[in-house]
């Protein structure tokens, strides 16, 4: 397969994953939209994993960038679907399910799904590390809302994830949150934790890179959550919650290969892409090439 003149990421995939070790890539996909339905949002995630998987497989290793530098030479595995009766089951299947490749060392890179499948996949890589991880979450809402009927939804990852001392909220930054997309109350929540929240006009009347660079350098090793409704709709129709305003694609490409070159990720996540209501797969597209180059911006 190496001889061949047009190589794809798909050709490079692997699904037995019993040999992923340290240092490997490992992609798992999370078909959930039951906590978005919960938090009163449109469905449809549950088909992103695959849609977003299709495109990532197109795609070649090559960056053109750095040196003709490609990712041919880097282990991706391809665990699958993780599946389960209930949200409650396919959420402990994560957890394992991250516990096991993080304490092998692989990175883990988790297709949701809702941004409900966060709390789940941190908590696994958590479990591994033993200490509490910092975390950027890209995102136009805080997702700081407390459980509905006592329930975990897509809107109460980072409180969970607070509340269980899973992250520690000093290190903890709401990355991109949108004006008139949050509570006052909730925003105060996160503040009083000791996490900064960062509004998307603030980060626009500066610089994105030069925004996230700070956070990085602030809050050190950290795991990445990406919810697609950070990104303008033009660009990312296939959202659970769309709106006119945000990042660009570039600057989402921008935002995973410079936090993926800074050494410091732990984990990275792609939430809340709905393929239902996306425009000529633009937004899975999207998601795709994300994921690429947070792979290229890891090694
Ligand atoms: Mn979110």
Same mark, same amino acid.
């Given at each position: 397969m190496s001889n061949s003149p047009d190589i794809r990421i798909g050709d490079l995939i692997a699904t037995d994953t019993a040999s992923a070790s340290s240092g490997d890539i490992v992609i798992i996909g999370v078909p959930t939209d039951e906590g978005i339905l919960r938090n009163g949002g449109r469905v449809g995630a549950a088909q992103a994993p695959d849609e977003i998987r299709k495109y990532l497989k197109k795609l070649t290793p090559f960056s053109g960038k750095e040196q003709q530098?490609?990712? $041919?030479?880097?282990? &991706?595995?391809? #665990?699958?679907?993780?599946?389960?009766?209930?949200?409650?089951?396919?959420?402990?299947?994560?957890?394992?399910?991250?516990?096991?490749? %993080? $304490?092998?060392?692989?990175? +883990?890179?988790?297709?949701?799904?809702? #941004?409900? &499948?966060?709390?789940? +996949? =941190?908590?696994?890589? #958590? @479990?591994?590390?033993?200490?509490? /991880?910092?975390?950027?979450?890209?995102d136009a809402h805080l997702d700081v809302r407390p459980k509905k009927n006592n329930l975990h939804h897509s809107g109460s990852s980072f409180r969970l994830l607070i509340e269980e001392e899973i992250i520690d909220p000093t290190r903890f930054v709401e990355f991109g949150i949108q004006p008139f997309s949050a509570a006052k109350e909730h925003c105060d929540w996160t503040t009083d934790q000791g996490a900064s929240v960062l509004f998307y006009d603030t980060i626009r009347s500066k610089n994105v890179e030069?925004? /996230?660079?700070?956070?990085?350098?602030? &809050?050190?090793?950290?795991?990445?959550?990406?919810?697609?409704? %950070?990104?303008? %709709?033009?660009?990312?129709?296939?959202? $659970?919650?769309?709106?006119?305003?945000?990042?660009?694609?570039?600057?989402?490409?921008?935002?995973?290969?410079?936090?993926?070159?800074?050494?410091?990720?732990?984990?990275?996540?792609?939430?809340?892409?709905?393929? /239902?209501?996306? =425009?000529? %797969?633009?937004? $899975?597209?999207?998601?795709?090439?994300?994921?690429?180059?947070? &792979?290229?911006? /890891? @090694?």
């Amino acid at each position: 397969m190496s001889n061949s003149p047009d190589i794809r990421i798909g050709d490079l995939i692997a699904t037995d994953t019993a040999s992923a070790s340290s240092g490997d890539i490992v992609i798992i996909g999370v078909p959930t939209d039951e906590g978005i339905l919960r938090n009163g949002g449109r469905v449809g995630a549950a088909q992103a994993p695959d849609e977003i998987r299709k495109y990532l497989k197109k795609l070649t290793p090559f960056s053109g960038k750095e040196q003709q530098r490609d990712i $041919s030479t880097v282990k &991706i595995f391809d #665990h699958g679907n993780i599946a389960g009766k209930t949200l409650e089951e396919i959420h402990k299947t994560a957890t394992a399910t991250a516990l096991d490749y %993080s $304490s092998r060392g692989c990175f +883990v890179i988790s297709i949701g799904g809702g #941004h409900d &499948i966060t709390y789940p +996949v =941190v908590k696994g890589i #958590h @479990q591994s590390q033993n200490q509490q /991880l910092g975390l950027i979450n890209i995102d136009a809402h805080l997702d700081v809302r407390p459980k509905k009927n006592n329930l975990h939804h897509s809107g109460s990852s980072f409180r969970l994830l607070i509340e269980e001392e899973i992250i520690d909220p000093t290190r903890f930054v709401e990355f991109g949150i949108q004006p008139f997309s949050a509570a006052k109350e909730h925003c105060d929540w996160t503040t009083d934790q000791g996490a900064s929240v960062l509004f998307y006009d603030t980060i626009r009347s500066k610089n994105v890179e030069t925004t /996230l660079n700070e956070s990085l350098e602030q &809050i050190g090793k950290c795991y990445l959550s990406f919810d697609i409704d %950070s990104i303008r %709709s033009a660009d990312a129709p296939g959202c $659970s919650a769309p709106s006119p305003i945000g990042f660009s694609a570039d600057e989402a490409l921008e935002i995973c290969l410079i936090a993926a070159k800074s050494g410091q990720l732990m984990g990275f996540d792609i939430v809340e892409v709905n393929p /239902l209501f996306d =425009v000529d %797969s633009r937004t $899975s597209r999207l998601g795709a090439r994300m994921i690429a180059t947070c &792979i290229f911006g /890891l @090694q």
